[in-house]
């Protein structure tokens, strides 16, 4: 059975930083690009970042280039968020996806004073 | 960034009958390759999205075939023939031809 699992949101002051995680099973992981996806509470979903199943290629949406950075780790099946100089407005469920077509259940971070 | 617009935003439904969605490119979503990267997702509140339609027109493995997508270039639509109760949520049309990928604002589908 597929699935992703994601960790490691929470809550975090303006400008501090948070690591997401997402272990992946049940597919062959290095095959694959895999994304992040963020929710805002009652709002629309938003990419965020995609990494190539290598992990030589990286892109970001314009809102959180320079302060996000996308990776992965093929022996261990996870790919990872970390995010820095964080702000309100990314105060979303994140979720991490294996291409478009399978997501997993998300991670909440909240970043508030 | 592309913008992926939708109508109606709501639409309430009465069990057993039809229902469509329409979503609008602002520009062609053909793919260098030939294809069209259109997909259909719909989310039930608390749960993570699930994809129904691929590529303007195929479903996914699982989705009922009450659920048909159709259309070309800029223009799109999701069909469901006979409106279920499980089918209430709120469903996204999302391009992925060119990044950064967007979604559509999203249609809320409930009951009457």
Same mark, same amino acid.
């Given at each position: 059975?597929?699935?992703?699992?994601?960790?490691?949101?929470?809550?975090?002051? %303006?400008?501090?930083?948070?690591?997401?995680?997402?272990?992946?099973?049940?597919?062959?992981?290095?095959?694959?690009?895999?994304?992040?996806? #963020?929710?805002? %509470?009652?709002?629309?979903?938003?990419?965020?970042?995609?990494? *190539?199943?290598?992990?030589?290629?990286?892109?970001?949406?314009?809102?959180?280039?320079?302060?996000?950075?996308?990776?992965?780790? *093929?022996?261990?099946?996870?790919?990872?968020?970390?995010?820095?100089?964080?702000?309100?407005?990314?105060?979303?469920?994140?979720?991490?996806? #294996?291409?478009?077509?399978?997501?997993?259940?998300?991670?909440?971070?909240?970043?508030?004073? | 960034? +592309?913008?992926? &617009?939708?109508?109606?935003?709501?639409?309430?439904?009465?069990?057993?009958? !039809?229902?469509? +969605? =329409?979503?609008?490119?602002?520009?062609?979503?053909?793919? =260098?390759?030939?294809?069209?990267?259109?997909?259909?997702?719909?989310?039930?509140?608390?749960?993570?999205?699930?994809?129904? +339609?691929?590529?303007?027109?195929?479903?996914?493995?699982?989705? !009922?075939?009450?659920?048909?997508?159709?259309?070309?270039?800029?223009?799109?639509?999701?069909?469901?023939?006979?409106?279920?109760?499980?089918?209430?949520?709120?469903?996204?049309?999302?391009?992925?031809?060119?990044?950064?990928? &967007?979604?559509?604002?999203? &249609?809320?589908?409930?009951?009457?």
């Amino acid at each position: 059975e597929m699935q992703l699992v994601e960790a490691g949101g929470g809550l975090v002051q %303006p400008g501090g930083s948070l690591r997401l995680s997402c272990a992946a099973s049940g597919f062959s992981f290095s095959s694959f690009w895999m994304y992040w996806v #963020r929710q805002a %509470p009652g709002k629309g979903l938003v990419w965020v970042s995609r990494i *190539n199943s290598d992990g030589s290629s990286t892109t970001y949406a314009d809102s959180v280039k320079g302060r996000f950075t996308i990776s992965r780790d *093929n022996g261990k099946n996870t790919v990872y968020l970390q995010m820095n100089s964080l702000r309100a407005e990314d105060t979303a469920v994140y979720y991490c996806t #294996r291409g478009v077509d399978f997501w997993g259940q998300g991670t909440l971070v909240t970043v508030s004073s | 960034d +592309i913008v992926m &617009t939708q109508s109606p935003l709501s639409l309430p439904v009465t069990l057993g009958q !039809p229902a469509s +969605i =329409s979503c609008r490119s602002s520009q062609s979503l053909v793919f =260098s390759d030939g294809n069209t990267y259109l997909n259909w997702f719909y989310q039930r509140p608390g749960q993570s999205p699930r994809r129904l +339609i691929y590529k303007v027109s195929n479903r996914d493995s699982g989705v !009922p075939d009450r659920f048909s997508g159709s259309g070309s270039g800029t223009d799109f639509t999701l069909k469901i023939s006979r409106v279920e109760a499980e089918d209430v949520g709120v469903y996204y049309c999302m391009q992925g031809s060119h990044w950064p990928f &967007t979604f559509g604002p999203g &249609t809320k589908v409930d009951v009457k």
